[in-house]
């Protein structure tokens, strides 16, 4: 199947530990981005990467760090996690010159 | 930077009836306006989009309308349904590349249609 996929899914951990979230498309686009989405269900840009450049939202604290090993994958390190980071987490890319970003379906991160 | 804002954050309908949502944004030089649909426990999906050179686009049951001079779009759904029941999410962009091509969201809005 052509898609945005992340793994894993769901992903419970405890305070303090570091974990990652793959993200990978095979639909041949340019640009990937992580969102995070709140409980209230708002969905912020965290990170956008394209041909090696990356663009980092101002409010997400640098324990938050994307990595792209290659031009189909944008995967999301977080370092000491906190209570404040449950939330979900979006991945999705765009196509060069397109506006429709296609979305991931979500890892669900609980940090206890 | 873009902002942008979404009215209302609830809305519950009858089936059948209309559903209006409404955005406004802050940046004038945004240019690409898109709605998202999210299902509970889905993805975000788009479900149509309008450009800054075109006032009102339609796909059947929905409709999506812009005023760049007063800097805000509406999302219109008739006739709907009871799977027409998802969170929608309105946003903004500048255009590609760099920080421009960011997709800045609205708040969201729920919405309930009662059969």
């Known amino acids: 199947d052509t898609a945005v996929s992340q793994t894993p899914k769901y992903l419970v951990t405890q305070m303090g530990n570091d974990k990652s979230i793959k993200c990978e498309q095979n639909l041949g686009h340019d640009t990937m981005y992580w969102y995070k989405q709140d409980s209230k269900k708002f969905l912020k840009i965290m990170f956008s990467?394209?041909?090696?450049?990356?663009?980092i939202n101002e409010t997400v604290p640098n324990r938050f760090s994307p990595k792209s090993p290659d031009k189909a994958h944008l995967n999301l390190h977080i370092n000491s996690l906190e209570l404040g980071d449950s939330a979900v987490y979006f991945c999705a890319s765009s196509p060069r010159g397109s506006t429709e970003a296609f979305f991931g379906q979500g890892t669900r991160l609980t940090v206890v | 930077g873009e902002n942008v804002e979404q009215h209302p954050s609830t809305l519950s309908v009858q089936e059948g009836d209309s559903a209006v949502i409404k955005c406004t944004y802050s940046?004038?030089?945004?240019?690409?306006f898109p709605w998202y649909k999210q299902e509970l426990g889905k993805r975000p999906q788009l479900i149509i989009d309008i450009r800054s050179n075109v006032g009102e686009k339609k796909d059947q049951r929905i409709a999506v309308t812009l005023n760049k001079t007063a800097k805000h779009f509406s999302l219109h759904i008739t006739e709907t349904q009871p799977e027409d029941s998802a969170v929608y999410f309105c946003?903004?962009?500048?255009?590609?590349?760099?920080?421009?091509?960011?997709?800045?969201f609205g708040k969201g809005t729920k919405l309930s249609v009662k059969p």
């Open positions: 946003a903004a962009r500048r255009g590609y590349g760099g920080s421009q091509g960011n997709l800045i």
């Open positions: 940046d004038s030089a945004s240019n690409y």
């Open positions: 990467y394209n041909n090696k450049e990356l663009i």
